[in-house]
Structure formats: structure tokens, C-alpha cells
T-cell receptor
Framework: AQSVSQHNHHVILSEAASLELGCNYS??????LFWYVQYPGQHLQLLLK??????LVKGIKGFEAEFIKSKFSFNLRKPSVQWSDTAEYFC?????????????FGTGTKLQVIP | EPEVTQTPSHQVTQMGQEVILRCVPI?????FYWYRQILGQKVEFLVS????????KSEIFDDQFSVERPDGSNFTLKIRSTKLEDSAMYFC?????????????FGPGTRLTVL
């Protein structure tokens, strides 16, 4: 079974600071990787995804993530955060096996950006 | 851009009552899912549905839960006799084969409050 670990539960940053949120997954096969964002009171939005190819993926709103297969990691980064990035961020994975597999989410990281 | 829709956005019910949560997946999608997020916790998989039958279900999805695609467009989640611990945000998602893309598209969610 797959699992996802997010090590930072609550991160507080000042505006313009750089962000890196850790995500590690556990699964024996090939996976698809996702980062979702949930703004206060809103639903899940996809920030970026990785299926194959270039391990450095760029998403919306200036976010990027790097897939490091040897470390089973998919960390999310943004060079300069804004107050509007205050939200909860979920790393997620599903298996690239036959059929369309469930998505397993991490526990989430609450990001608070202070103006 | 096509999107998954869910109704109602908020449902309040008394413990022991039946509720039906409705979802309209993206029209050409073939795989459907329900997830839930208890307040302050991570998003958890409930069930996946393909070709008019359940593909996979989690241990949360007990006999009180059922899913149906009654008319080729709606996808419903029924909770037969709600419990206080069923209070959560319920997300519907859908995806489709053939594009090589494994992204699940999430709806905005239904907040279920059981009193």
C-alpha cells in the first residue's frame, strides 16, 4: 500500500521568504505525484503534478517541485512566498498500475505567511 | 473548462437520518471517486467506481455507505444512518483513461454536519 509523509505540519514565513515543504512517499512501484492546495474555506486545487519525464515540474502560482526517485521525495518549493499563499498544502500519490488508482494524501502542511 | 460539481454545498442532518450527496463528474470521465476530510485531518479515500461497480473501497466505507450512478450523469454517495463522526467534507472526483494523464479532478465538496 502507498503512504505519504509530510514532515512539516505548520510553517510560518514572512512574505518574500523562500518555501520548501517536504514530502516523502512509500510505494514499491511507479507513482504519480501531486501537490494540492486548499485555501481557507475552499476546495482542493491542483498545484502541480508529476507523471514522468523531467523530475523538476513547474506548477501554477510560481510553485515547483522536484521528484528525487532515490529519496522517494517530491518536495514543493517557491522562491518568494506571498501573503496570498496562506493555505494548507497536501502532497498526494497514486500508483501508476493498471486501472485508475485511488489518491493517497499526506496529512497536510498549514502555511501561514505573515505580511 | 469542464469541472466536477457537487450538491448541496452544505448539508445538516440529524444523527440516524439518511443523506444523499450528489456529484456530477466531468462528462466523458469513466472513473469516479469519493473522498472525505474530517475537519483538521487529511483527505481520505472512501471508494472508487467504474463500469457501474465498486472498484475499491476503504475500511471506512462500511455497510452504511453506498454509491450509485443512477442516470449516467450523477454519481451519488448515500449514508444510510448518519453518525456524529460522519461529519466531514466529502469530495467527489473523476478521471478518464486514454490521455495518459492520471489526474483526478475534484469537486468543491459537500460539508456534512451531523447533529
Amino acid at each position: 500500500a502507498q503512504s505519504v509523509s509530510q514532515h512539516n505540519h505548520h510553517v510560518i514565513l514572512s512574505e518574500a521568504a523562500s518555501l520548501e515543504l517536504g514530502c516523502n512517499y512509500s510505494y514499491g512501484g511507479t507513482v504519480n505525484l501531486f501537490w494540492y492546495v486548499q485555501y481557507p474555506g475552499q476546495h482542493l486545487q491542483l498545484l502541480l503534478k508529476y507523471f514522468s519525464g523531467d523530475p523538476l515540474v513547474k506548477g501554477i502560482k510560481g510553485f515547483e517541485a522536484e521528484f528525487i526517485k532515490s529519496k522517494f521525495s517530491f518536495n514543493l518549493r517557491k522562491p518568494s512566498v506571498q501573503w496570498s499563499d496562506t493555505a494548507e498544502y497536501f502532497c498526494a500519490v497514486n500508483a501508476q498500475s493498471g486501472g485508475y488508482q485511488k489518491v493517497t494524501f499526506g496529512t497536510g502542511t498549514k502555511l501561514q505567511v505573515i505580511p | 473548462e469542464p469541472e466536477v460539481t457537487q450538491t448541496p454545498s452544505h448539508q445538516v442532518t440529524q444523527m440516524g437520518q439518511e443523506v444523499i450527496l450528489r456529484c456530477v463528474p466531468i462528462s466523458n470521465h469513466l472513473y469516479f471517486y469519493w473522498y472525505r476530510q474530517i475537519l483538521g485531518q487529511k483527505v481520505e479515500f472512501l471508494v472508487s467506481f467504474y463500469n457501474n461497480e465498486i472498484s475499491e473501497k476503504s475500511e471506512i466505507f462500511d455497510d452504511q455507505f453506498s454509491v450509485e450512478r443512477p442516470d449516467g450523469s450523477n454519481f451519488t454517495l448515500k449514508i444510510r444512518s448518519t453518525k456524529l463522526e460522519d461529519s466531514a467534507m466529502y469530495f467527489c472526483a473523476s478521471t478518464t483513461p486514454g490521455t495518459g494523464v492520471y489526474e483526478q479532478f475534484f469537486g468543491p465538496g459537500t460539508r456534512l454536519t451531523v447533529l
